[in-house]
C-alpha cells in the first residue's frame, strides 16, 4: 500500500504471513459483524516519517510509535481490532452499524493523531491512513487489496483516503495488462532479490530466499503482494513463478557455492494445480546444470492445511525427484505436529509470530522452546524468520534453533550485493559487523562476500515475496 509512485511507506502493513494471518483475523471479524448486522472498514495505517524517526532515535522509537499506535486504535472509541503489525505500520478492523461505520472509522483515525512518548523525547507520527469498506460478498483478501490500493493512491500525509471500486477496478486493469507485457516482452522489469540463511551456530550462510521484485515503467516499484494478487487473479501466476524460478536458478548457477547450500523459491498453489508443473521445474534445474536438492520449493502452512488432496500428490512427487520441500509461516492458527509428519516436507519456517517477543516475555521464550523441542521430534529442518535484533539471534542460538533470516542476518538484495545493506544497517545496530554480509564459500575460505538489501509482501500465497524482516 503505497502512493504511485511509490512513496517510502509503500509496503509497512501486514505482508507476507502476517498479510495471510490480517485476512484470516479479518475474515473472523466479519463472520461476527454479520451475525450483529454490522459492516467492516480496514483501516491501514503507515508512518510515513519512519526512516526520519530511525535515524534520528533509532528503531527502538518506531516501535514505540507502532506500539503506541496499536494502543491507541483498539482503546479508542469506534470498535477498533487489531489485524496486523509490521515494523512501520499497522492495520485495524473497524466494526459498526452500517448507519455509523464510517464516522466510527473516523473516530478511530482521529484517535491516532498524537505527540507519542519515546525514550529520547516526545515524536510526531506523520501518518498515511486509507480505509475500505467491505461489500456483502467480498473476499476478505480483496478487501485487505483494496484498502493497500486506497493507500498507493496517493493523498498527503494526515489524510483518511477511502477506496474507490471503480478507480481501483481500472488501475488492475491496466497493471495486469503491465505485468503480462513485462512478462512476456520486457524481462528486465520482473527481477529477483535474494535474503540469506544463515545457520546460527556457525553464521554461515547455507541458503538464499528469491524474493520477486517488479518494476513498472512508470509507477516505479510494485509492492509485491499486488504483484502476486494480479498474477493469481489473472492467470499470471504459472509465468510468474516459472519467471522467478528461472531466474533464481541461472544466478546460482554462476555463483561458487558450498555443497549443502539451498535455493528457497516461494510457490503458490496456483501453481501446484498446473498440469506439467513436476516436469518443467525438474527441466529448469536440468537446463541449468544444478541437482534438485539444491532446490526447496516454499508453500504456506495456509495452504498446505487448505488442501483438498490437489496439492500433496505434486509435493510428493517433487520430493521422490530429490526437490525440498518447505511450510512456511508455521505457526499462524492452523499447525498440528500430528499432521506436519504426515505432510512431505523436509523444512519448517517458523511465523514470526513465535519470534517476536522471545526477547522481551519469558512466556514467548518458554512457548518457542517447547514448539522447537516438538519440531525437533519430527526431523525437520527449522528456520526461525523475522529476526530483527541480536538479542533474538541469541536466544535462537540458546534454544538450539538450527537456521534464522530476518534483517539481523541480511536483508534481500541483488546478487552479488548491495552495499547498502553492509553491516550496520539492520534494525539492531549492536549486531556483529558480519551479521549482515551475504558469505558464501566453503567454512574455511569465504572468498566471495555478497551485501544485501530489501522491501516488500503478499496475500493468500505467494511467489518469492515476504516481510522486509522475514
Not at 515524536?123 to 498515511?128: C, I, K, T
Not at 493523498?155 to 491496466?174: I, K
Not at 512476456?184 to 520482473?190: I, N
Request: glycine share 10%.
Amino acid at each position: 500500500m503505497s502512493t504511485l509512485p511509490v512513496p517510502t511507506g509503500a509496503d509497512e502493513i501486514p505482508r507476507g504471513p502476517e498479510a495471510r494471518v490480517a485476512v484470516t483475523r479479518l475474515a473472523t471479524v466479519r463472520a461476527r459483524a454479520r451475525r450483529r448486522r454490522h459492516d467492516v472498514v480496514v483501516v491501514v495505517v503507515s508512518v510515513d516519517n519512519a526512516d526520519d524517526v530511525v535515524a534520528a532515535r533509532g528503531w527502538g522509537a518506531l516501535a514505540t510509535i507502532v506500539a503506541t499506535l496499536v494502543e491507541r486504535g483498539t482503546g479508542s472509541p469506534g470498535a477498533a481490532e487489531l489485524l496486523g503489525t509490521t515494523e512501520r505500520g499497522l492495520a485495524l478492523a473497524v466494526t459498526a452499524p452500517g448507519g455509523d461505520v464510517e464516522d466510527a472509522t473516523r473516530r478511530v483515525v482521529h484517535h491516532l493523531d498524537d505527540l507519542v512518548d519515546t525514550p529520547g523525547g516526545p515524536v510526531w507520527a506523520s501518518l498515511r491512513v486509507a480505509a475500505h469498506r467491505c461489500r456483502a460478498g467480498e473476499r476478505s483478501s480483496d478487501c485487505v487489496g483494496a484498502a493497500r490500493v486506497a493507500l498507493t493512491a496517493g493523498r498527503p500525509s494526515g489524510t483518511l483516503r477511502w477506496s474507490s471500486a471503480a478507480p481501483a477496478t481500472a488501475r488492475e486493469g491496466e497493471l495486469v495488462t503491465d505485468l503480462a507485457l513485462a512478462l512476456l516482452d520486457r524481462p528486465d522489469e520482473v527481477a529477483v532479490a535474494f535474503q540469506p540463511v544463515v545457520d546460527l551456530a556457525t553464521s554461515r550462510v547455507v541458503s538464499a530466499e528469491a524474493l520477486v521484485r517488479w518494476r513498472h515503467p512508470r509507477l516505479g516499484p510494485i509492492p509485491a503482494l499486488t504483484v502476486v494478487h494480479l498474477a493469481e487473479s489473472h492467470g499470471l501466476i504459472g509465468r510468474l513463478g516459472h519467471a522467478v524460478l528461472t531466474r533464481s536458478l541461472a544466478t546460482v548457477a554462476a555463483q561458487e557455492l558450498p555443497p549443502d547450500f539451498r535455493l528457497h523459491v516461494n510457490v503458490s498453489p496456483f501453481e501446484l494445480r498446473e498440469s506439467g508443473y513436476v516436469g518443467g521445474v525438474l527441466s529448469a534445474l536440468d537446463a541449468h546444470g544444478l541437482p534438485p536438492s539444491l532446490l526447496l520449493l516454499e508453500l504456506t502452512e495456509t495452504a498446505l492445511m487448505a488442501d483438498e488432496g490437489e496439492i500433496q500428490p505434486v509435493l510428493a512427487q517433487l520430493s521422490r525427484a530429490g526437490v525440498g520441500i518447505g511450510i512456511d509461516d508455521f505457526g499462524t492458527g492452523y499447525s498440528s505436529i500430528a499432521r506436519l509428519r504426515d505432510l512431505p516436507a523436509d523444512t519448517v519456517k517458523l511465523d514470526r509470530s513465535l519470534t517476536r517477543d522471545i526477547a522481551s516475555s519469558p512466556e514467548a521464550f518458554d512457548l518457542l522452546g517447547s514448539v522447537l523441542r516438538m519440531l525437533h521430534t519430527t526431523r525437520r529442518r527449522v528456520v526461525a524468520e523475522g529476526l530483527e535484533t541480536a538479542v533474538q539471534v541469541a536466544h535462537l542460538r540458546a534454544l538450539g534453533c538450527g537456521l534464522g533470516q530476518g534483517y539481523a542476518l541480511g536483508r534481500p538484495g541483488d546478487w552479488p550485493g548491495d552495499p547498502s545493506a553492509a553491516a550496520g544497517s539492520s534494525p539492531d545496530s549492536s549486531q556483529p559487523r558480519n551479521a549482515s554480509r551475504f558469505l558464501v564459500g566453503s567454512p574455511r575460505s569465504l572468498r566471495h562476500s555478497h551485501s544485501l538489501r530489501m522491501d516488500d509482501a503478499k496475500p493468500s500465497s505467494r511467489i518469492g515475496l515476504k516481510d522486509s524482516s522475514a
